[in-house]
């Protein structure tokens, strides 16, 4: 494997090798020895550095005079070498940032990643957001937005969105000015911005020049309503992020907010492998490629090697805060929420299902049945598919009721079900974990007694509409969840989802009929 007695007590880096002589893992440490060593000691390694562990063959170093030193060469040898088992720092969501291209007469336009030239700003969580802005700045500034200057003014000049600088209608001077106010609304500088605005202003009516001060208090009054749809309650004369995260089934699911100057700039989400060092290594490789604010809120100290190397990349003091309490523990719960919300809002949701019916197993696969007709006429029905808490389209399907007249429910339930898992059984499909049937006591009988002809026994339940009551098999009882249960809540999400499904199909089938 390798000799751990070699190694020196200095800072540096460690790199383990497998079988065929590829880096699979690049580790840093404050004593090379004293850190290599606990690999081999530990008997209490979770299960992805155990792996890690048997599939190391060889071992190089690295010695550095520090332990800044070694941060800075890991993250180079990462980004060099690509390790399987180191974090792969990739954001769980692709958000656009604006660019301000290079060029002579520089266009704002969207953009997918940081890649060309010119300057980005961003990413922006919002899509919506983005393009108000992006559409703003277009407008109000009236630049160009041809990907090539020709000879001729396009449409948009004709009706005013655009200065023409391909005809020379704007010099090179006065389109330069517009771009530095673009710079300005985009840092979030709007004060600054429409106070150099409002001296502009003052100016052109001080000469008689009326027309362009008009202009300018029309410009002014946009940047004020884009400042008005930024601002947060917040303010604050510096930048800030905010790292939060939660660790499960070997996993860190964190999350990243900037704040600037009181302003929500951007959400990042990453989910990467569990670690011991993931946090040093996250903010390592983070701030390695994105700015350091002046303030850092997290919810664990930082080693002081990190706050220098922080220091050091942004060139002035760095606060990292770790809050108990107050407004700062308020914004870390923030995001401890989001991570909820956006990561495990749909777990969370089975699982609670599972324990509220006491199911042995969560729920993956839940199929939803119901019956749609008007005055027993159209009678149709639906089966909607959630997966993981989320609705499968894929695999939703309906039934046009064939063997049942007029008004039934009972019997339609039961066409329909034994329908589905009739097939299901014959072509060897994938059974659901459980079945929710729109209804009462009577439609869960009359699906209950079509499993039993196929010999199926799959967890079935119903709800009904007038009290929201869970009728469970064996249970003499209704099971009456409270209204603020999460169990409740998804079971009534997937009824509904399967309710409109149905109606969709009834009413595509009235509208055939009528026109034929």
């Given amino acids: 494997m390798f000799d751990v007695k070699s190694l020196p007590t200095e800072p540096g880096c460690y790199l383990f090798k497998d079988k065929n002589d590829k880096i699979i893992y690049v580790g840093k440490a404050k004593n090379l020895k004293k850190r290599v060593k606990s690999y081999v000691q530990k008997n209490d390694l979770d299960a992805k550095t155990q792996c890690l562990i048997e599939r190391v063959e060889s071992l190089e170093y690295i010695a550095t005079d520090n332990e800044v030193e070694a941060f800075i060469l890991e993250n180079i040898l ?3 070498h690509q390790p399987k088992y180191n974090i792969d720092l990739k954001d769980a969501k692709s958000y656009a940032f604006i660019q301000l291209t290079d060029e002579e007469f520089p266009r704002v336009l969207l953009a997918r990643n940081k890649t060309g030239k010119g300057k980005f700003y961003g990413p922006f969580v919002s899509a919506q957001e983005r393009d108000y802005i992006l559409y703003f700045l277009r407008k109000t500034f009236a630049l160009r937005t041809c990907k090539k200057m020709l000879k001729k003014p396009c ?43 409002q001296n502009e202003m003052k100016t052109h009516s001080g000469r008689s020049q009326f027309e362009q001060a008009l202009k300018i208090r029309d410009e002014i009054a946009a ?12 303010q604050k ?19 990243l907010f900037n704040i600037y100057k009181g302003l929500l700039s951007n959400k990042n989400e990453f989910v990467f492998d569990y670690n011991d060092d993931f946090l040093e290594e ?29 220091q050091t990349k942004k060139g002035k003091k760095v606060k990292i805060t770790n809050p108990q309490r107050g407004a700062k523990k308020q914004l870390l ?43 027993g006429t159209s009678t149709v029905g639906s ?48 059974l659901p974990d459980l079945i929710i049937i729109d209804g009462g006591r009577g439609q869960l009988n009359f699906a209950m007694q079509e499993l039993e002809k196929l010999n199926l026994k799959i967890p079935i339940i119903s709800i009904a509409k007038r009290s929201e009551e869970i009728y469970v098999p064996g249970m003499v009882h209704p099971l009456k969840l409270a209204q603020t249960e999460k169990a409740l809540h998804f079971i009534q999400e997937i009824r509904d989802e399967a309710h409109r499904f149905a109606i969709k199909y009834n009413r595509l089938l009235r509208k055939k009929e009528l026109i034929s």
Avoid at 244 to 255: A, E, F, H, P, S
Avoid at 286 to 293: A, F, K, Q, R, W
């Fill in 78 to 80: 990462v980004k060099e």
């Fill in 155 to 197: 449409l948009r000049h004709h009706i005013d969105l655009c200065d023409a600088p391909c005809i020379g209608l704007i010099k090179k001077e006065d389109y330069n000015k517009k771009i530095e106010k673009v710079k300005l609304a985009l840092s979030g500088n709007a004060n600054k911005l429409i106070k150099q605005m």
């Fill in 223 to 234: 940047i004020e309503k884009l400042s008005e749809h930024q601002n947060m309650q917040r």
């Fill in 237 to 255: 004369q510096y930048d800030e992020d905010i790292i939060n995260y939660k660790i499960r089934d070997g996993k860190v699911y964190l999350m």
């Fill in 282 to 310: 996250f903010i390592i490789q983070y701030y390695s490629e994105n700015p350091v604010p002046k303030e850092i809120i997290t919810p664990g100290k930082m080693s002081g090697s990190i706050v220098f190397f922080l």
């Fill in 333 to 375: 719960d923030l995001v401890e929420k989001n991570i909820e919300i956006t990561f495990f809002a749909d777990t969370d949701k089975v699982d609670a299902l599972k324990l509220k019916i006491k199911l042995n197993e969560a729920p993956v696969v839940i199929e939803c049945f119901d019956i749609s007709h008007l005055s």
């Fill in 383 to 430: 089966m909607v598919q959630f997966r993981n808490g989320k609705p499968d389209k894929n695999n939703y399907r309906r039934f046009r009721i064939r063997t049942v007249e007029g008004i039934d429910d009972f019997a339609s339930i039961a066409e329909v079900v034994g329908r589905r898992y009739t097939r299901l059984k014959n072509e060897d499909g994938e």
